[in-house]
């Protein structure tokens, strides 16, 4: 389990990204630029030599999104599952893409989440 620094993410890393996404991303391949610039949080991973390991993006509505109907959608799909919990594109974020080296995708998730809540506390 590697050392990680989260830094906000730039679009002068989304070449690096993109490598790393082709190899290690859950997600499927996109436009990480597009990605990046779109997010409401995006962070990028670097290792103790200032190497790029890992990148996080979290946008207001599901990747699916893609017309203010689509998000109407969502929001009525999940005020139906949810019941009394009022949750909307002001509340609710979604992890738009997420990849890692394998060494590092633990601390990565771990310090993602937690930098996230710090900063979005009214999630």
Do not use: H
């Not at 890992?54 to 005020?79: H, M, R, T, V, Y």
């Not at 909307?88 to 060494?103: D, K, M, S, T, V």
């Amino acid at each position: 389990m590697g050392y990680v620094f989260l830094r906000r993410s730039d679009l002068a890393d989304a070449e690096a990204c993109a490598r790393l996404c082709a190899a290690q991303s859950i997600f499927p391949a996109e436009n990480v630029a597009s990605i990046i610039e779109k997010s409401i949080f995006s962070v990028t991973a670097l290792n103790s030599d200032e190497q790029i390991v890992g990148i996080a993006c979290f946008s207001d509505k599901p990747a699916i999104c893609d017309s203010s109907d689509d998000i109407q959608g969502w929001e009525g799909g999940l005020k139906s599952s949810c019941g009394k919990i009022e949750l909307n594109p002001g509340n609710a974020i979604f992890l738009r893409l997420f990849a890692a080296q394998p060494e590092y995708s633990e601390n990565i998730a771990r310090e993602t989440f937690r930098s996230l809540f710090v900063s979005l506390c009214e999630l």
